[in-house]
């Protein structure tokens, strides 16, 4: 890998170091009833994200609903999280869609004082190796700031683009969620030393410990979103080595979630809106395409939800 700057150099320390110390935390982006953004809810529900010390910082992303930003409210989304983070953790902002509209969002984020970008999957078309290398050439020559791929849906890569994207001094890392164990091997294997790599995958506890086995510890919670609580214990029981406590959650809250996210497409983001709302943080509702959860799935949200805070509150006291 070509030499990396000494700024790109910090990034990938203070992310290395988060990644060891806390899950990765994707806020969620606070909307009013009538879906308008809202800055002053999105900023104290940030407040408190932060105060529950997760590794790093992503707003804009997958599940900040990054696709229904406008720039406008983009640039306001990541300078509410620069500010609230004030420097106590890294925040990468997301940015996507084909090079020349992700690099819009890109000076955006450089802007507002991001410290990194997730580049997540383009619009729509499939595209060949060389096209999603030579993308997140075009996005680095744009932009100053050190840049994470996003492999999921359509974008996939192999060892030998990996090995090449790697040589783009500003491209720090990958994060998965395609779940390809076998591949995510090769993968690791092909990318040089101090490369960075996590778990993506929906609800990433679920795979949690088969990452592991492959070099791959660090990992982004949704769960993190709603129930800090929950995402730590699980971190701190799954490290621990404590698998009776790491199996209770899973079998118990983890699984439960899962089961009722697949039930309808968009829920990976929606539930996770209703679940902070069930715990009075202002999020306010989804934007279309993605739709709130009808009373009924919403009723099975809360028993789950409740008994996540239940086992997380007997495992803070030791009694799980």
């Known amino acids: 890998m070509e030499r990396i ?36 809810s999105y900023r104290a529900y940030l407040t ?3 105060a529950a010390a997760p590794g790093a910082l992503f707003p804009a992303c ?39 509209q992700a690099l819009r969002f890109a000076r955006i984020a450089e802007e507002a004082g991001a410290d990194a970008l997730l580049v997540m999957p383009h ?34 890569f192999t060892a030998g683009s990996v090995r090449r994207i790697a040589e783009i001094p500003t491209v720090i890392g990958l994060k998965d969620g395609h ?10 294997l ?18 949690a410990r088969a990452y592991a086995t492959v070099g791959v ?11 800090p609580e929950i995402a730590n214990a699980f971190l701190t029981a799954l490290r621990g080595g404590e698998e009776a406590v790491t199996r209770t959650l899973l079998r118990d809250f983890y699984v439960p979630l899962v089961e009722l996210r697949d039930r309808v497409p968009g829920y990976a983001v929606s539930l996770v809106k209703a679940a902070a709302r069930l715990r009075g943080l202002p999020v306010g509702p989804v934007r279309a395409p993605l739709v709130d959860p009808d009373p009924a799935d919403l009723a099975d949200l809360e028993k789950i939800l409740d008994a996540g805070l239940g086992l997380a509150g007997a495992t803070r006291r030791g009694t799980a």
């Not at 700057?5 to 994707?26: C, I, K, N, P, Y």
């Not at 092909?190 to 795979?207: C, S, W």
């Open 48 to 50: 408190a994200q932060v």
């Open 179 to 188: 779940s390809d164990l076998d591949r995510l091997q090769r993968l690791t």
């Open 5 to 40: 700057s000494a700024d790109t150099e910090g990034v990938v320390q203070r992310l290395r170091d988060g990644m060891a110390g806390g899950v990765l935390a994707f806020p969620l982006t606070s909307f009013r009833e009538d879906g308008g953004f809202d800055p002053e």
């Open 190 to 207: 092909a990318a040089p030393d101090g490369f960075l790599f996590f778990n993506g995958a929906a609800t990433a506890e679920i795979q």
């Open 217 to 227: 510890p660090a990992y982004s919670s949704a769960v993190h979103a709603f129930a």
């Open 123 to 156: 619009y729509l078309v499939a595209a060949p190796q060389d096209g999603l290398v030579e993308q997140l050439r075009r996005i680095a020559a744009g932009t100053r700031l050190p840049l994470i791929a996003y492999q999921r849906g359509q974008v996939t």
């Open 62 to 100: 997958g599940t900040g609903e990054f696709s229904a930003l406008d720039e406008d409210e983009y640039r306001e989304v990541v300078r509410a999280a620069v500010e609230v983070a004030d420097g106590r953790l890294p925040v990468v902002a997301g940015t996507g869609y084909g090079w020349a």
